[in-house]
């Protein structure tokens, strides 16, 4: 074979090289966005707008397949607005798998009605349904954005007074040790009178 024909042949060989490896590419991007597809498509969502006694624009988004994130954001007039995310287990709750348009539509009614949104952790956005259901059903707080919900004022003249003394021999221990734990609960009562 003459240098000429081998040249050719080796040209040949590269070029369908980089033709199966563009179709191998190709094939691949395809597998993807079609197990993309098949996972956006198990992923629901639902959502809201309500409009707050203190004329907040608000809005929620539940997004998820088992664990649901639940984002509510909300614009009070001229001010900053403030956001936060929720997360519950609808499944857990034997109702929602027999009516989850009606837990929905129950999760809807308890957001516009919390009192303290995005601010207090212990309260849940609960659906009626599930009033028997494992906590995890309902939605509890789990991250506040920077910008924090308005608060109720308290008028300035007003003065806490600490009633009570707060233990902090558990404290102490843990940081402490046993033996020092009596000195540290000591420095701590100092440093920290009360809960005010």
């Known amino acids: 074979m003459s240098l000429r024909g081998t040249v050719v042949l080796l040209l040949l060989l590269c070029l369908s090289q980089l033709i199966f490896a563009a179709d191998s590419i190709r094939e691949a991007r395809r597998k993807g966005k079609r197990l ?10 639902h959502k809201g707008k309500f409009t707050t006694k203190d004329k ?49 539509k129950q999760i809807a009614r308890s957001v516009k009605k919390q009192k303290k949104l995005c601010a207090d952790a212990r309260a849940l956005i609960r659906a009626g349904m599930c009033k028997r259901a494992p906590l995890a059903a309902h939605f509890k707080l789990t991250e506040m954005s920077q910008e924090k919900p308005p608060t109720e004022k308290t008028p300035t003249s007003t003065k806490l007074q600490c009633t009570e003394r707060t233990d902090h021999s558990e404290v102490a221990k843990e940081m402490c040790g046993d033996s020092w734990a009596s000195l540290c609960a000591f420095v701590f009562t100092i440093v920290q009178s009360g809960d005010c």
């Open 36 to 45: 993309e597809s098949r996972a956006d498509k198990n992923i629901s969502v």
């Open 56 to 104: 907040a624009q608000c809005s929620w988004v539940a997004r998820g397949e088992h664990n649901y994130t639940m984002t509510v954001t909300c614009k009070p007039g001229n001010e900053d607005g403030f956001s936060c995310k929720y997360t519950a287990k609808p499944a857990t709750c034997t109702e929602y798998g027999s009516n989850p348009k009606g837990y929905w």
